[in-house]
């Protein structure tokens, strides 16, 4: 299996709601990335981890909360989101457990997230 | 901070060879160069990924100079399912920020 899977494909939540992200892999993958990506611009890096550990967080406000429960799954709780988080979420893992790696990434399809 | 950046559009005709370049004169020093292709509503595939000179395998070539600042990504032959947005990925800041280019939208037609 070479595949990252991300569900649900759509959301469409109200600010006050809260929601989570999945995403899984079964590549036996050691780091795994979660970006932000908005329409016509590049992914943009918002968490990582490496043997299930967080070892990055760019900054990313705290209505956005990672969590890794095992080394195959990934979700992204959000809560109290604003109009301006619409957007892709992308999900990768890759081989190698160094929290930034040179490994190729395995991309999922992304979720796409709509707030009101 | 100095951006990773590429040029935003290019056209190209099937059959035709097109070069993308990456402008990324904050590369980390160890860092390797990966190069993706993005379509509509699909997460980026790797292309191929390389540190130094020329790298070659059965999609693309990626050539790298020794100053490292800049990379081209190689499409040879391009045909109609190669319209997509290309990306390259480094690491730069010092190694510590992985950064996507700024995307380059390639337009093949017949």
């Known amino acids: 299996d070479t595949e990252v899977t991300q569900t649900p494909k759509h959301l469409v939540m109200g600010m006050t709601n809260k929601k989570s992200l999945k995403c899984e892999q079964h590549m036996g993958h050691r780091a795994m990335y979660w970006y932000k990506q908005k329409a016509k611009k590049p992914p943009e890096l918002m968490f990582v981890?490496?043997?299930?550990?967080?070892?990055i967080n760019e900054s990313v406000p705290s209505r956005f909360s990672p969590e890794c429960p095992n080394s195959s799954l990934l979700n992204l709780h959000l809560h109290a989101l604003q109009p301006e988080d619409s957007a892709l979420y992308l999900c990768a893992s890759s081989q190698d457990g160094l929290a930034v790696s040179y490994n190729e990434q395995f991309f999922g399809p992304g979720t796409r997230l709509t707030v009101l | 901070l100095a951006k990773t950046t590429q040029p935003i559009s290019m056209d190209s005709y099937e059959g035709q060879e097109v070069n993308i370049t990456c402008s990324h004169n904050n590369i980390a020093t160890n860092d390797y160069i990966t190069w993706y292709q993005q379509f509509p509503s699909q997460g980026p595939r790797f292309i191929i990924q390389g540190y130094k000179t020329k790298v070659t395998n059965e999609v693309a070539s990626l050539f790298i100079p020794a100053d490292r600042k800049s990379s081209t990504l190689s499409l040879p032959r391009v045909s109609l399912s190669d319209t997509a947005v290309y990306y390259c990925l480094v690491l730069t800041g010092g190694g510590n920020k992985l950064t996507f280019g700024t995307g380059t939208q390639l337009k093949v037609e017949l």
């Open positions: 981890y490496s043997y299930e550990k967080l070892s």
